[in-house]
């Protein structure tokens, strides 16, 4: 297992374009998150899946974004109608719950350029 | 509301000087906090987290709820340690990881 792998690595796109990102977990991790990250700030959260459950989303995450991890397994994250404010870092992690030690694996991000 | 701060953006010290990140945390139950470390072209990783209260690469951090500070110290700096640092906090089921906006450490030899 080589880690979290995320895809594409970079996406450059057209404003009001429609972008699709992937995750693949560590494969025994329930939990998957998103956050998102701009130049000189931290990772933002977006989102949490525990198995295919969507369990808490941001209000960073407005109704142009879309998540869903339909068989618990990898997720996706849709961004409708770029605008070119979505310019960012997307990062995704993965967890278990049984360590009780609340790591987060991240993988090496998506990085979203709106023109 | 969980909220971390970190208010320094960019640290820089010579090798072998002592070195503290400061992060302050905001948060109404019990926290339990970690320290995150990006290194140059390599993805965002653990480096400790205080429930463990291990010395990790001879960083340590320790938990003072009175101050509501975790502040990461390392002794004697080396080189190896120039990185982006992350302080974050989570709720107890750590169901969602809260970051500060990091703190660049630089270390000239």
């Known amino acids: 297992d080589t880690g979290v792998s995320q895809d594409p690595r970079h996406k450059i796109t057209k404003r009001g374009q429609n972008v699709t990102f992937r995750c693949d977990p560590i494969s025994e991790h329930n939990r998957l998150y998103w956050y998102r990250q701009t130049l000189g700030q931290g990772p933002e959260f977006l989102t949490y899946?525990?198995?295919?459950?969507?369990?808490?989303k941001s209000r960073l995450l407005s109704d142009r974004f879309s998540a869903e991890r339909p068989k618990g397994s990898f997720s996706t994250l849709e961004i409708q109608r770029t605008e070119q404010g979505d310019s960012a870092m997307y990062l995704c992690a993965s967890s278990t719950d049984r360590s009780g030690t609340g790591e987060l694996f991240f993988g090496e991000g998506s990085r979203l350029t709106v023109l | 509301a969980q909220r971390v701060t970190q208010p320094e953006k960019l640290l820089s010290v010579f090798k072998g000087a002592p070195v503290e990140l400061k992060c302050n945390y905001s948060y109404s139950g019990s926290p339990e906090l970690f320290w995150y470390v990006q290194y140059s072209r390599q993805r965002l990783q653990l480096l400790l987290r205080?429930?463990s209260r291990e010395s990790i690469k001879g960083f340590t951090a320790d938990l003072n709820k009175g101050e509501t500070s975790f502040h990461l110290k390392k002794p004697f700096a080396q080189e190896e340690d120039s990185a982006m640092y992350y302080c974050?906090?989570?709720?107890?089921?750590?169901?969602?990881?809260?970051f500060g906006t990091g703190t660049r450490l630089l270390v000239s030899p």
């Open positions: 899946f525990q198995n295919e459950a969507q369990l808490e």
């Open positions: 205080h429930i």
């Open positions: 974050a906090l989570a709720n107890v089921s750590f169901q969602k990881l809260v």
